[in-house]
């Protein structure tokens, strides 16, 4: 069989035709869906990008592996840890990447007999890089059973989409750089601006009003769909569509100014932890099908492993984890329509720009805060999800029972995970901090600023005079 793994780096569910946008940015993967089976509630348990891929290659969350942060330089996934693509591999499945990243960490090469690392010499890999690489792999392999996994980063910042695709997003009579327009004071004061400063808002020159950088993010959906659109095109000129497997996901989401965040993927709020996840597979998988219960990315490991076993006829290709403890369990009876999702509850966790962990049930999110780096957050948060889907209203002091009930449960959880062990969020916060917040401190004592004084009074005004060339950051 054939099976491509499709990662959108920063793709948000509620951005998507198929999950319901208004707006234009999805029409081919609104095609898809309507082939596949589209999942309406599926978690990124572990964000962001660093220890969601692993759990996806792991089937098991961050608590289970020990990666819990992104960026961090004392973590480490043991190769005895099993790892999908290895498991494939060995089971006599041709394996291919066109990703990068191993940049981050070098076991997400791990497995693979071709990768082929989509970074050149620019900080930015655009879609079309990804489908030039990935184009003359499939030639070589569509006779061969493959798995092969393709990252594309298009919709993280920064956002530059190709011109031609702003306008559909933004008014081209509206002048994004108007003076008189304030609504970017908030993310241009914000504390994290000074790693902004230079990873987006440099880049697209004295923007004054939100509503464009929004756009920008659209118009970038919509061009990575165009790049999805091309390859799956490609599939069908080669002859190999019909038999392919097609897997899409978000990696994470990404909150568009809501709860403080501008234009970033972090907070377990819905607008980052809830992604898309759609799975085609002509004459496996029903068309047009929606799955309305909770599931989450771990699920997809022992999904692809009944996959494989699905499709093979003779018996010599069954690759089986010797692990029991996975965390993901298999789609397969969602898909098939004899259940309703994976999870009664769906865990999360984040340890980048802050360290939080919750509880997502059908009706509530449970938010327990251990460290708001560059935020300012409660240490509980609860929000009733069928009344407020926004998570505009926390009700954690309201209704202290639920919340202490919630907390206990997760206590619990976290402690079966553990199983004795060191929690590894906890020793990343006591040994090095939050690894995004040194990223901002390296930047301050550029400026010749400390934490605590940028704290007191974040301002873009006095951080571009300390620091006016962005090139110094």
């Known amino acids: 069989m054939k099976i491509i793994m499709i990662s959108i780096d920063s793709l948000r ?36 990008t660093e220890v969601v891929h692993t759990s996806i ?42 990703d990068n990243l191993f940049q981050l960490k070098e076991w997400f090469a791990r497995g693979f007999r071709y990768y082929i690392n989509s970074s050149g010499n620019k ?9 030039e690489l990935t184009k003359p792999w499939l030639v070589e392999h569509k006779d061969e059973d493959f798995f092969l996994f393709l990252h594309y980063w298009d919709p993280h910042t920064p956002y530059l989409p190709p011109d031609k695709y702003i306008n559909t997003f933004y008014d081209e009579k509206k002048d994004p750089f108007d003076q008189s327009n304030k609504s970017m004071e908030k ?4 504390m994290a601006y000074p790693f902004f ?29 165009d790049k999805i659109k091309e390859i ?12 392919t497997m097609l897997i899409l996901f ?23 932890a809830r992604v898309p996840l759609i799975i085609r597979w002509p004459g496996h998988v029903p068309a047009d099908k929606r799955v309305e219960g909770l599931v989450q990315q771990p699920d997809l490991m022992p999904t692809i492993l009944e996959a494989v076993k699905k499709a093979d006829k003779s018996g010599n290709i069954a690759p089986e984890p010797h692990s029991v403890q996975l965390d993901g369990k298999s789609l397969w009876p969602s898909i098939l329509g004899e259940e309703n999702g994976t999870q009664s509850r769906i865990y999360l966790s984040e340890c980048a720009w802050q360290a939080a962990r919750g509880i997502r049930t059908n009706k509530f999110k449970f938010i327990k805060n251990y460290d708001s780096g560059p935020f300012t957050r409660p240490p509980r948060e609860l929000y009733d999800l069928e009344k407020d889907p926004g998570e505009t209203y926390n009700l954690a002091e309201q209704y202290k029972e639920l919340a202490g009930q919630l907390e206990h449960e997760l206590n619990l959880w976290i402690e079966q995970m553990l199983d004795g062990k060191e929690d590894p969020m906890m020793r990343q916060l006591e040994e090095e901090g939050l690894p995004f917040r040194k990223r ?23 951080l571009e005079q300390l620091l006016p060339d962005k090139k110094s950051v």
């Open 197 to 225: 400063k230079h990873h987006h808002f440099d880049l697209l020159g004295p923007v004054t009003d939100a509503e464009y950088v929004n756009a920008l993010y659209d118009a970038e959906v919509r061009y990575v769909d």
């Open 57 to 98: 290659f792991t089937g098991k969350v961050g608590l289970r592996t020990g990666v819990i942060s992104h960026g961090s330089e004392i973590t480490y996934l043991p190769k005895s840890v099993e790892w999908l693509p290895s498991m494939l591999k060995q089971a006599g499945i041709t394996t291919g990447a066109v």
């Open 250 to 272: 978000g990696d994470h989401g990404e909150s568009l100014t809501e709860h403080d965040i501008y234009w970033d993927h972090c907070g377990l709020y819905e607008t980052t």
């Open 187 to 190: 993310a241009y004061n914000h």
């Open 123 to 131: 900080r930015w890999i655009d879609g079309s890089t990804v489908n």
């Open 440 to 462: 901002i401190e390296k930047i301050l004592n550029q400026a010749g600023l400390t934490w605590e004084e940028w704290r007191r009074n974040p301002s873009k005004e006095k």
């Open 232 to 243: 799956d095109e490609y599939l069908e000129e080669i002859g190999i569509k019909e038999d």
């Open 13 to 48: 569910a509620s951005r998507l035709g198929c999950y319901g946008y208004s707006k234009p940015t999805s029409p081919y993967l609104d095609k898809i869906a309507s082939e596949g089976v589209l999942f309406e509630n599926a978690y990124a348990s572990d964000i962001p």
